[in-house]
């Protein structure tokens, strides 16, 4: 009997994704460049429907009609390389499914190439890292839909399932998938940074103990701030370090690392003039966090405002924080789910934002409870311009308004720096401003460049001769 689908890629995700198949009933044919990989894998294996192959050729020619290639390959120029040496072997109507995290126009550009030659092309986002691979992510197919629908049957199987429901749904053309993807990462560096931000408010200005943190961040995650991440931070702060026996989180470099996919995001914002200030200062925060050396020869040089015995009270300020996170997290959602409904403005992909909300819910990252409201914010309204409009939330921005202003002031007036809340709490204050100081600018601009102006009185553009 020949194999339902294949996967080429044998890393942990690959080998989890693979596994995930065979346990949801698919006979699996397995590849990987180099054998080691492949041959660690079939140790791994418990009766699983998993068939490894060290040949391409016999790789291919051991799937069903229309094949289903499944690539867990590194973005870049190896999935150019692996669609090269597959090519000889397939036939019109095969199918390649990369899984990875590829930049949505590299998986366009790879698209047009494969409907020449006749092979359907599916980009697809995915989320839930390692664990979320084998016990189901979260999955954002995008390519032509006949396409999808011929693997939808698998997609759906192995994506996380919420109140019965997969995780998985067509999301749009081309390189939509993928680009749904970058931006949920992007949505995670702002939550991250975010997160980030109210652990030192708590340990730095309330003065709290790492136990007493997590303490914290295990109460909010049973309230209205559940989620995925603030889950994991509370374990993370839980965990003590075997070497020293000190909190584990006091030992770690304080340098973050980035594989590209926020970058992409801000980049992508940048270029189609979409608002993304929380998303790009997570982005900057850890690019600053990358220096240092620097950082710790200006501590010694640079001076901050002097610091008067500080005596906040806890139990007030610890609630005022959680208000903070709060807003600045739907502030930062609001940003990631305008970018998608511009930016499907833009190449009319017809984003299907309340469904994006819903597969959000499971497996992914960004996995949180306040995503049923989003997804019910756009089932309510599905041209709705900003989340922070939607009438939950205005009321909630309106509730909470006052602890991120509170949290951000106490900040600055102390010197510790809290990039996304001020940059969360900037936003919301620049989006609510009706006449902003734009007009001034657009006055500059004429004066020196004769780029015209607009007037509030009168159709057209003028211009003044300074």
Known sequence: MLNTIGVIGLGVMGSNIALNMANNGEKVAVYNYTRDLTDK?????????????????????????????????TAGAAIDSVIHSLLPHLEQGDIIMDGGNSHYKDTERRYDELKEKGLGYLGIGISGGEVGALTGPSIMPGGDRDVYEKAAPILTKIAAQVDGNPCCVY?????????????????????????????????????????EIADIFEEWNAGELQSYLIEITAEILRKKDEKT????????LDKAGQKGTGKWTSI???????????????????????LKEERMTAQSLLTGPEQEPSLLDKQIWVELVRQALYMGKICAYAQGFNQYKMTSEL????????????IF???????????N???????????????LIA????????????????????????????????????????????????????????YFGAHTYERTDAEGFFHTNW
């Open 245 to 252: 026996g000190q909190p584990l989180i006091d030992v770690i």
């Open 41 to 73: 894998l079939t140790e791994k294996l418990n009766g699983q429907t998993v068939t490894p192959y060290y040949e391409i050729d016999a790789f291919v020619q051991s799937l069903e009609r229309p094949r289903k290639i499944f690539l867990m390959v």
């Open 373 to 387: 409201v989003i997804s019910e914010a756009y089932e309510e309204q599905d041209r709705l311009a900003n989340l």
């Open 361 to 371: 819910r499971g497996g992914c990252i960004i996995r949180a409870q306040f995503l």
């Open 347 to 358: 190449f009319d992909w017809k984003l299907p934002l309340k469904d994006i909300a819903l």
């Open 171 to 211: 999301i749009g053309p081309k390189g939509a998938g993928h680009f749904v993807k970058m931006v949920h990462n992007g949505i995670e560096y702002a939550d991250m940074q975010l997160i980030a931000e109210a652990y030192t408010f708590l340990r730095e200005k309330l003065q709290l103990s790492v136990e």
């Open 391 to 446: 009438p939950y939330f205005a009321e909630k921005m309106k509730d909470y308004q006052n602890g991120l202003r509170k949290v951000v002031c106490e900040g600055i007036v102390s010197g510790v720096a809290f990039p996304c809340l001020s940059s969360s709490l900037t936003y919301y204050d620049s989006y609510r401003t009706g006449r902003s100081n734009a007009h001034l600018l657009q006055a500059q601009r004429d």
């Open 268 to 290: 992508q914002a940048i270029d189609h003039g979409i608002p993304t200030s929380i998303i790009t200062e997570s982005l900057f925060a850890r690019y600053i966090s990358a």
